[in-house]
């Protein structure tokens, strides 16, 4: 319900159990339901209930006024200051979820935006992205400001970012409703719309072969400059891997910013576990990772690039998502089954199907990334154990208790993350990156490290 007008500022329902009612309200926080009443035996306050339902406007209902739809279609023009622009019926793509974002991406016409900006930046087609954004979050506007600026310095960065033509914060918010009624801490988790417009893009998945690979190479370079820069993505995945093009070669886009951080910023949400499960790395699927007691690392991103080409690679083909994928049951578990279907692949990802070669060789990579850590952590698990039955003991074993002591120490020290740059060499080379190019990029990127990063 929330997904069948555009940017629907709240639905109500209403429940209905033999002669009992209940009214529940829907936003992009959350639920806030009243309790049920019999409207047989309690007709007035039911009568009340009707009177004042017969007397909503459409923003009563949740209609979002500064979206208005045309009688001649289901196009919806909006204002944004000076400008309009007209929303088309056809919906790229919609998430469709009972709270959050709920991002919705269309197709957007705009003869001032047409006119105003330059040639490479309109053609091709806008999009318009509508969601509901934390409010505690930095938006994506200012992260995309300092992607800009970036950009401006770098050529890994400069043409693969999102290039934002047009933003509107709207005047709503979803805790309005709660400081209204009294609710206990009304912020926690308020959300607010937003409104961006982008030049349009493709999805990479519909690339194959060396286009695929080249335009997703180009995503990763991309990414790690702006990591550099205290730019923290956090949220890698094929629907966030876009590309077009320039005569006849591809160019890889790393779009979407909406769950991004800064390293400068003070805010809560830096650490909030994000990511598409199926993409996320191993670390981050576990119940400490899901808990929010893992620190999201640049490792982290670098293993969610290889899961999305992973990914893409085996469950597309002919830029096409297959009907049944080898990998479908990524995306049918939760995050501790996803682990366990990861491990599977790493350990013997030819019993899942005949793997490409390029793909074969970043299952290997990755691989020897993960098992080591899975022994080292197994190894240190079992000696802390047997360290704390030694200390239980009545007669403790001080020899053995010091020989533990010392066991623990080394596994801890191997379990020491690399610094971003070691992970991101050995990453290049992987991927092809000549070693010039490679000392190139991270020469660059340490002038743009944040001092109090």
Known sequence: MQCANIAANHVLNFIVIGDEIWIWNYDHQGLIGVGGFNFVQDLPRFLVLLYALQRFNLEDWGRNPAFKPQPNGDDVTVKVDDTELTLKESVIDTRLVLKGRGTGVVDVTCENLELEKPP???????????????EAR?????ILDKVKEVAGNDEAVRGHVPILLLAKKFPV????????????DPDKGSRTLFLLVFKKLSPIEELQGDELFDAWRQCVLCHYILWKAGIYHRDVSCENL????????VVGVLNDYDL????REDNPLGNERNGTTPYMAIDLLRADGQAGNVKHIYRHDMESFIWVFIWISIQYKDGKLRDRGPLDAFAKVDARGCVKE????????????????????????????????????????????????????????VSRIAELEQEIAKHELDLEEKSDDAVFTEFAKQIRVETASVDTIISRSSKLEPEDK
């Open 260 to 263: 991004a951080s800064l390293a």
């Open 342 to 397: 990861k491990r599977n692949f790493l350990a013997d990802p030819q019993a899942y199907c005949d793997i490409p070669g390029r793909v074969y060789g970043l299952v290997i990579f990755l691989g020897r990334q993960q098992h080591p850590r899975e022994d080292t952590r197994s190894e240190l698990q079992a000696a802390k154990t047997a360290l704390r039955e030694s200390l239980a003991d009545l007669a403790p074993d």
């Open 138 to 142: 930095t938006s994506e506007e200012t």
């Open 173 to 184: 918010s979803t805790s309005t409703i709660r400081k209204a009624l009294g609710l206990d």
């Open 120 to 134: 490479e930046e309109a053609e091709g087609g806008m999009v318009a992205k509508i969601y509901w954004a934390e």
């Open 242 to 249: 876009m590309y077009y093009r320039v005569d006849s070669n």
